[in-house]
């Protein structure tokens, strides 16, 4: 018992000193194993061997005596911690080498309640079964678990329990002793001198306050200027409501809007209706189709959607301007015709100030092309200038650079002098720096053969040691043992049953949920039939609300056609004459210019590119502005008859 108790204290004195975030586990062993050297080699065996088992599975122990000491072993001292590993690592990865009975004994060594209570904690079937194989199954393999730990412990637990019961009649029978029977000291008491009594302080007066005044009533009463307004914000209101509902009684003829043409009403038990004016209602963006573009749009569900609210909405407006219209509202057809009129007035002064921007733009071009020329013709005259001046300077540097060739043959001749005495020394080093090189050469050879020499010894032990572990890897190993899928597990778990069962379960219920996946079909499909139904409907709507806006547009695309070939070219005011005159005497000072400046024939046929992408550019710019002019004439054309087509 005692030696068993030495080792187990010894285990668990190291496994106090190591530090997992510190000490690395082969560090620490080689440190015990110098430090158990006194002991003897069985001793010193077993103490390492249960050491490095509780560093390797310190993570399962853990999980064990952590739970123990959140459930049963919450009176016992934390400083216990490391043997209840010890023992838990006993039980579980030592039980069958050391046998039942050196477990027993080793038990036995320590204190019986701790040991009792944590024994039939870790033993209980049902701890063992649940949660300890489910922590246990995410650090390892469940199947791995189960036959080499669950298993095992669990053909041991009736044993256990005997021993279990064993402790529990020994600790009935053999109550804990006090370990010393020395004597019991006895206090006494400290012979001090008795104190003075203390003598009775003269007791102070207590000084009577005066009375305080009491708090004014005017402190929880409202000021009687704010009471005063109150009551003038009252009457005022009162007297505004009374002036309010005189004005709605008395309210004259002349405030009450009625239709144009409507006579006057003299009955005063008619209502006053109220009317709006006029007005300006924005033409719709339509979109029609030519005849000649018969390609059918595939709208989507939300398209076919949005389209058909569009147009039931369309409706509903159409339906309220035709209630309006019936009930006796103004028609703005006038207003219309005022506004065709000022917006064509508009129309054309836009057009003469852009046709006027262009002329200007154009003016500015010709400047520019005359501006263009002035400066080449001071070019041409700067760069004949220059052509002298470079003359002369050539003709300078050819001489200076005469003289320097001829000093440059003197020094030339002097260096050649001095290298003659040069060559003879650089030989004399060149030898002297070869005997150097062929020394370092072969020192460098023969350590080079040394190192290639202690590689391939190297080598060859790996090899050794490489072909050593395949044949450990080549032992065979041992199988599992056969399963019959039609048996019991016999646990005594509720809804125990067979894996064959358990497969026949499974199909009845993967039948059952393909039965309900297709009723929930057969109900998506009908709904489905009744979507595309409302779709279709809507569609055959849409169809004929398009067909309505398709022959509308068309009739004002002829109206538009019409108004288009009637008017002529936009008139031109003054600005635009005199802008042309000007234009025409700039191209002509400018075609002279272009003659003074390229006289020769092929020169002046051929056109700069830069004067090439200028053209190109104005060319297209008034291109742009005549089709934005035909546009706003168009435009122009349409709007009229759009408007009345949304009055009638």
């Not at 052509?387 to 001749?413: D, F, G, H, I």
């Not at 059952?512 to 039939?529: A, H, N, T």
Request: aromatic fraction near 6%; charged fraction near 30%; glycine fraction near 4%.
């Amino acid at each position: 018992m005692a030696y068993y108790e030495k080792c187990i204290e010894t285990v668990v004195e190291q496994l106090d000193k190591f530090n997992p975030e510190k000490d690395s586990p082969e560090q620490f062993l080689e440190t015990v194993s110098t430090s158990l050297q006194t002991l003897s080699a069985q001793t010193q065996a077993f103490i390492l061997e249960v050491l490095s088992g509780c560093l390797q599975y310190q993570r399962l122990l853990t999980i064990v005596v952590d739970a123990f000491y959140v459930r049963d072993g919450r009176l016992c001292l934390w400083a216990d911690y490391s043997l209840f590993e010890v023992i838990c690592y006993l039980a579980t990865f030592q039980l069958d080498e050391l046998g039942f009975q050196l477990f027993c004994n080793i038990i036995k060594s320590q204190p019986l309640d701790k040991m009792c209570k944590f024994l039939r904690f870790f033993f209980n079937p049902l701890n063992l079964c649940s949660w300890i194989k489910d922590e246990w199954s995410l650090v390892y393999e469940i199947a791995y678990v189960k036959e080499n730990w669950i298993d095992p412990l669990m053909r041991w637990q009736p044993k256990v329990q005997e021993l279990i019961s064993q402790l529990e009649r020994m600790l009935a029978n053999h109550p804990s002793l006090p370990k010393t029977k020395a004597k019991v000291t006895e206090p006494k008491e400290f012979n001090l001198s008795a104190p003075r009594p203390r003598g009775i302080p003269v007791p102070e007066r207590v000084p009577i306050l005066a009375k305080p005044r009491p708090v004014p009533r005017s402190t929880y009463q409202l000021p009687k200027e704010q009471q005063l307004l109150e009551i003038t914000k009252r009457y005022n209101r009162r007297k505004a409501e009374e002036l309010l509902l005189r004005a709605n009684m008395e309210e004259m003829r002349c405030a009450v809007p009625r239709s144009r043409g409507e006579p006057l009403v003299q009955d005063s038990k008619k209502q006053p209706r109220l009317q709006f004016g006029p007005r300006i209602l924005k033409t719709p963006k339509l979109t029609f189709y030519k005849p000649n573009d018969d390609v059918p749009v595939k709208l989507n569900t939300a398209a076919i959607l949005r389209e058909g609210a569009l147009y039931q909405r369309q409706v509903e407006k159409e339906l309220q301007r035709v209630d309006q219209l019936v009930d006796g509202a103004g028609d703005f057809s006038e207003f219309l015709e005022w506004q065709k009129r000022m917006q064509a007035k508009d129309r054309e002064e836009q057009l003469a100030a852009g046709e006027c921007r262009r002329l200007q733009g154009k003016l500015s071009h010709e400047e520019a092309i005359l501006a263009r020329q002035h400066l080449m013709q001071e070019n041409k005259q700067k760069a004949n200038q220059k052509k002298e001046e470079t003359a002369e300077l050539m003709q300078q540097y050819a001489e200076r650079r005469l003289q320097e060739e001829r000093s440059m043959k003197e020094l030339v001749e002097q260096v050649l002098e001095t290298q003659k005495n040069v060559k003879v020394a650089q030989t004399k080093l060149l030898k002297v720096r070869q005997q150097i090189v062929q020394e370092v050469i072969e020192e460098s050879r023969e350590l080079l053969q040394r190192s290639t020499e202690a590689a391939k010894e190297e080598q060859r032990q790996r090899c050794e040691l490489i072909s050593q572990l395949r044949a450990l890897e080549m032992q065979p190993t041992r199988k599992g043992k056969l399963v019959d899928l039609t048996q019991i597990p016999g646990y005594g778990l509720e809804g125990e049953m067979s894996i064959v069962e358990l497969r026949e379960r499974l199909a009845l219920l993967k039948e059952s949920q393909r039965r309900e996946e297709e009723e929930k079909r057969d109900q998506i499909i009908q709904g489905k039939r009744a979507k595309s139904q409302e779709l279709q409907n809507t569609v055959e709507q849409i169809s004929l609300c398009r067909a309505a806006m398709g022959r509308s547009a068309a009739l004002r695309w002829e109206e538009k056609k019409a108004l288009s070939v009637g008017p002529g070219a936009p008139c031109q005011d003054e600005r635009v004459l005199e802008l042309q005159r000007r234009i025409e005497e700039k191209a002509a000072e400018r075609h002279k210019q272009a003659a003074l400046l390229h006289v020769s024939a092929p020169r002046a046929a051929r056109p700069k590119p830069r004067a090439q992408l200028e053209a190109q550019h104005w060319l297209e710019l008034e291109r742009s502005r005549e089709r934005r002019l035909r546009a706003l004439q168009q435009e122009g054309s349409a709007c009229g008859p759009a408007r009345r087509l949304e009055a009638a």
